[in-house]
T-cell receptor
Framework: TQLLEQSPQFLSIQEGENLTVYCNSS?????LQWYRQEPGEGPVLLVT?????EVKKLKRLTFQFGDARKDSSLHITAAQTGDTGLYLC??????????????FGKGITLSVRP | SQTIHQWPATLVQPVGSPLSLECTVEGTSNPNLYWYRQAAGRGLQLLFYSVGIGQISSEVPQNLSASRPQDRQFILSSKKLLLSDSGFYLC?????????????FGDGTRLSIL
């Protein structure tokens, strides 16, 4: 059983469209992190959300942490080809404690067509 | 600022040959260090992590081993490579000692076994 479920698994959209992707769990997390990975490179941290209901913006990317801290969403406005990549969410379940390792979702492959 | 170096970027090895991948971190002390393997375009499988010199935890039984001879050096090894060892290997670090901190990744090594 995957602790963090990401959906959809694959998404292909036209440049300029908006999209929302999700990271869901049945467990409570003290925080969740989002990474983006481009082909042939390592993942790069985009944001960490910590407080239930928190919204963070990174240019055209909006990240939200669920009120119950069990899920998170990523909304991209007016997608660009540079947004193409694998989006990973990661976190440590609250019940395991801060010294436990991050667990990663399987990722969402986003392709933005010109 | 902190940097992470991982090499080589690409490696082609015959079945049965040995392996040594190296990862070094600069600009920080006592980091947590990680080795991951990633299937094409998908999530990360944690192979090993280390919270200090000589301290290695293995997450999955396999043909690989890891060592941490110095505080900021992490090595992934194998005595005899298998075809199934092919993949994209990523090294990462996070501030110690807590495991829930964001991780910072190297650019990865693409390993092909012939």
């Amino acid at each position: 059983t995957q602790l963090l479920e990401q959906s959809p698994q694959f998404l292909s959209i036209q440049e300029g469209e908006n999209l929302t992707v999700y990271c869901n769990s049945s467990s409570v997390f003290s925080s969740l992190q989002w990474y983006r990975q481009e082909p042939g490179e390592g993942p790069v941290l985009l944001v960490t959300v910590v407080t239930g209901g928190e919204v963070k913006k990174l240019k055209r990317l909006t990240f939200q942490f669920g009120d119950a801290r069990k899920d998170s969403s990523l909304h991209i406005t007016a997608a660009q080809t540079g947004d193409t990549g694998l989006y990973l969410c990661a976190g440590v379940p609250f019940y395991t404690g801060a010294n436990s390792k991050l667990t990663f979702g399987k990722g969402i492959t986003l392709s933005v067509r010109p | 600022s902190q940097t992470i170096h991982q090499w080589p970027a690409t490696l082609v090895q015959p079945v049965g040959s040995p392996l040594s991948l190296e990862c070094t971190v600069e600009g920080t002390s006592n980091p947590n260090l990680y080795w991951y393997r990633q299937a094409a375009g998908r999530g990360l499988q944690l192979l090993f992590y280390s919270v200090g010199i000589g301290q290695i935890s293995s997450e999955v039984p396999q043909n690989l081993s890891a060592s941490r001879p110095q505080d900021r050096q992490f090595i992934l090894s194998s005595k005899k490579l298998l075809l199934s060892d092919s993949g994209f290997y990523l090294c990462a670090w996070s501030p110690g000692p807590r495991g829930n901190q964001p991780q910072h990744f190297g650019d990865g090594t693409r390993l092909s076994i012939l």
